[in-house]
């Protein structure tokens, strides 16, 4: 203990003394955690809007008005169809509608008038959701009359807040990253700097030293989780914390011990600190692809959902969302803790044995 204990707070003040990697670490978890939250926008933001009113409707007005901002600006009128299209094309709109020169005439008649809307679709997510909120506009003023009611209940996230869900991903896909690289740097800097063998003669057992720089690493992360938490999702994006902190922190650890291992196996497989950011990129990327992080799992192809089951972050992101938004209990967080650790021991037991080949 003593052996693993002077290795373990070796590696702690070898970090704090290097400014440049600690200062990566807290950026990570400050700034870029609240860059993705606030900068990264799913809704209408400043859309500009052109309209042609061939029949000068007193409706086409009442639906214009409904177009303010933040999401949209004022829609600027435009005398022709080809003049509207010619604004698209330049990109000086994204949005241009047109009112018939019939269309007040037939919505009187209940005779369901269409309303052409030309979408500037270069940036695809952006235009399906500006359709989507004009859709809900302009279904107020084209039913004629309502068949039924829609009573909508918001489960989890009641006011659709999406900032708090980004941030959050985020941390986890920085976690990821993180977790990975620092793991696989404490040992390959021993190489680059020639201390590599001056470590092989150390009179301890190799189990002792790569245990005790694997946790080193997992101890700094649990670190950057909790400033994470506190200093940004928690506290400036007001995440609901709905479920047991323990339980998250439990899950955090074991996802890091899964993550150790894949960076014990990329510090025996790397020689430079440039190996190891080009493995750490090629292995994690396509873990977060496959964890639901930015496509949800439902949604991916039955080929792609099936080899997500082997991405410890999809278990970690789906365990951490049901202990902040759906307030899950331990009881019903066992599968997550399974897949979790399973795939942690099978990586930093495979992780442990390259590595260990190396002394």
């Known amino acids: 203990m003593r052996v693993f204990y002077s290795v373990f707070m070796k590696e702690i003040i070898t970090f704090l003394r290097s400014w440049g990697l600690v200062a990566v670490v807290l950026y990570s978890f400050t700034l870029d955690v609240y860059i993705a939250g606030s900068g990264l926008v799913i ?24 177009l303010h901002p933040p999401e949209f600006q004022k829609p600027k009128r435009f005398l022709s169809q080809k003049a509207l299209l010619d604004a698209i094309f330049d990109k000086k709109i994204m949005v241009g509608i047109i009112f018939p020169k019939d269309f007040e005439k037939k919505l009187a008649n209940h005779d369901h008038p269409q309303i052409p809307i030309y979408l500037d679709s270069t940036a695809a997510s952006q235009a399906y959701i500006t359709l989507v909120y004009l859709q809900n506009i302009l279904l107020d003023f084209s039913m004629s009359q309502k068949l039924f009611d829609l009573k909508i209940h918001k489960l989890f996230n009641q006011n659709s807040d999406s900032k708090m869900f980004i941030s959050f991903v985020e941390m986890l896909s920085v976690i990821t990253m993180l977790g990975i690289i620092l793991t696989a740097i404490v040992f390959v800097k021993e190489k680059e700097d020639g201390t590599w063998d001056i470590l092989l003669l ?18 700094i992360m649990l670190g950057g989780i909790i400033i994470a938490l506190g200093f940004v999702v928690l506290e400036v994006f007001q995440a609901p914390l709905n479920g047991s902190f323990w339980a998250f922190m439990l899950l ?24 190891v950011a080009q493995l750490s990129m ?12 930015w496509t949800p799992i439902y949604s991916m192809p039955t080929f792609l959902q099936k080899l997500s089951l082997i991405s410890p972050l999809r278990y970690y992101i789906e365990g951490s969302e049901s202990i902040f938004f759906r307030g899950t209990g331990w009881e019903d967080l066992w599968g997550y803790f399974v897949g979790v650790t399973i795939l942690g021991i099978i990586t930093f037991w495979y992780g442990y044995k390259k590595i260990g080949k190396l002394f």
């Not at 809704?43 to 409904?66: C, H, M």
């Not at 955090?252 to 190996?275: D, E, P, R, V």
């Open 282 to 293: 090629l292995i994690a990327m396509p873990l977060i692809f496959l964890s639901g992080a």
């Open 202 to 219: 150390t009179p301890a057992k190799s189990s002792h030293i790569i245990f005790a720089k694997a946790f080193s690493q997992v101890t």
């Open 252 to 275: 955090s650890i074991l996802y890091l011990l899964t993550l150790a291992g894949i960076g014990l196996f990329i510090a025996a497989a790397s020689q430079t600190i440039m190996q």
């Open 43 to 66: 809704t209408p933001r400043n859309v500009t809007v052109g309209y042609v009113d061939e029949g000068n409707s007193i409706t086409a007005q009442k639906i214009l008005a409904k």
